[in-house]
């Protein structure tokens, strides 16, 4: 067996901020990455320390469902709900098996929602987190039902809820049963507000389709993450539809906080102090 430390590094080469024209190193592969919206290279360790939020445009990159609970939930709190479920191939879509299956393998997730309790500055809450890199975070059936539960457990310990929602929207290969999720989670959070309970929703990018019609529009308070895509459909497919050019940021965060679909926008750094102040409210 080769040891690890035998093995010869993957280089990238890159031209350093303020280097002459035509100058460039190589730096082992991975240790840097481009902002998608400035171009700035960064480091990958202060970017993590920054809760992957670049420090020159402030552009929000996408986190992993894990990688949002250990940022949001107190250390060690976290008890995670409904690890047993999976999913299966109610329709018998072609390949649909195998591209759960890469997906759980690349994510290291059962399915696109984690959901659980655990503690925010000591204060007691229930979670759910979809996560984009499964599938795009599509609500399929057994998304639905872990949200569900999550929405009755909480309801059963009379606990505030939380959902950090992401998705492209409905998961096609399960047909209807995917739809029905709308209906099925819309109908939990009903229940939810008639007990009169706290329910707290946190857009990030991307939050579309049938999870943004339904649970994720639902909460008692609405906030989103900087420059979060929001909307039913994306502004491509409407403009096509309408021919008319869009508003610039249309269905963006800050656009939809100006319309009063956002009640406010939290940066990522300071998300977790913000739902323990909201929690300290309403406790």
Same mark, same amino acid.
């Given at each position: 067996?080769?040891?690890?430390?035998?093995?010869?590094?993957?280089?990238?080469?890159?031209?350093?901020?303020?280097?002459?024209?035509?100058?460039?190193?190589? *730096?082992?592969?991975?240790?840097?990455?481009?902002?998608?919206?400035?171009?700035? *290279?960064?480091?990958?360790?202060?970017?993590?320390?920054?809760?992957?939020?670049?420090?020159?445009?402030?552009?929000?990159?996408?986190?992993?469902?894990?990688?949002?609970?250990?940022?949001?939930?107190?250390?060690?709190?976290?008890?995670?709900?409904?690890?047993?479920?999976?999913?299966?191939?109610?329709?018998?879509?072609?390949?649909?098996?195998?591209?759960?299956?890469?997906?759980?393998?690349?994510?290291?997730?059962?399915?696109?929602?984690?959901?659980?309790?655990?503690?925010?500055?000591?204060?007691?809450?229930?979670?759910?987190?979809?996560?984009?890199?499964?599938?795009?975070?599509?609500?399929?059936?057994?998304?639905?039902?872990?949200?569900?539960?999550?929405?009755?457990?909480?309801?059963?310990?009379?606990?505030?809820? *939380? *959902?950090?929602?992401?998705?492209?929207?409905?998961?096609?290969?399960?047909?209807?049963?995917?739809?029905?999720?709308?209906?099925?989670?819309?109908?939990?959070?009903?229940?939810?507000?008639?007990?009169?309970?706290?329910?707290?929703?946190?857009?990030?990018?991307?939050?579309?389709?049938?999870?943004?019609?339904?649970?994720?529009?639902?909460?008692?308070?609405?906030?989103?993450?900087?420059?979060?895509?929001?909307?039913?459909?994306?502004?491509?497919?409407?403009?096509?539809?309408?021919?008319?050019?869009?508003?610039?940021?249309?269905?963006?965060?800050?656009?939809?906080?100006?319309?009063?679909?956002?009640?406010?926008?939290?940066?990522?750094?300071?998300?977790?102090?913000?739902?323990?102040?909201?929690?300290?409210?309403?406790?």
């Amino acid at each position: 067996m080769v040891l690890e430390i035998f093995r010869k590094p993957k280089y990238v080469t890159v031209r350093p901020e303020g280097a002459r024209e035509g100058e460039k190193r190589d *730096i082992p592969e991975g240790l840097w990455v481009k902002c998608s919206r400035c171009n700035e *290279i960064l480091y990958n360790k202060e970017l993590e320390k920054n809760f992957k939020v670049c420090h020159k445009c402030n552009f929000h990159f996408r986190l992993g469902a894990r990688e949002r609970i250990r940022i949001t939930l107190d250390e060690g709190s976290f008890k995670e709900f409904d690890t047993d479920l999976t999913t299966i191939n109610p329709l018998d879509w072609p390949n649909y098996p195998e591209k759960v299956a890469l997906a759980q393998e690349t994510t290291g997730l059962p399915e696109a929602a984690v959901t659980g309790s655990g503690t925010i500055e000591g204060y007691p809450v229930v979670i759910g987190v979809l996560d984009s890199h499964f599938i795009m975070g599509s609500m399929g059936s057994v998304v639905g039902e872990k949200i569900t539960r999550a929405v009755e457990r909480a309801m059963e310990k009379r606990l505030p809820l *939380i *959902i950090f929602a992401t998705s492209g929207g409905a998961r096609m290969q399960e047909g209807i049963l995917s739809l029905m999720q709308m209906a099925k989670t819309s109908a939990a959070l009903a229940r939810f507000n008639q007990a009169g309970l706290l329910y707290i929703s946190v857009f990030t990018d991307p939050t579309t389709g049938g999870v943004t019609a339904s649970f994720a529009s639902l909460g008692d308070i609405i906030i989103a993450e900087p420059g979060a895509l929001i909307g039913f459909t994306g502004p491509r497919v409407i403009e096509q539809t309408i021919r008319q050019k869009l508003p610039d940021g249309f269905q963006r965060a800050e656009f939809m906080r100006q319309h009063g679909m956002v009640d406010m926008i939290v940066n990522r750094p300071q998300m977790k102090e913000t739902l323990a102040q909201l929690l300290s409210l309403h406790s």
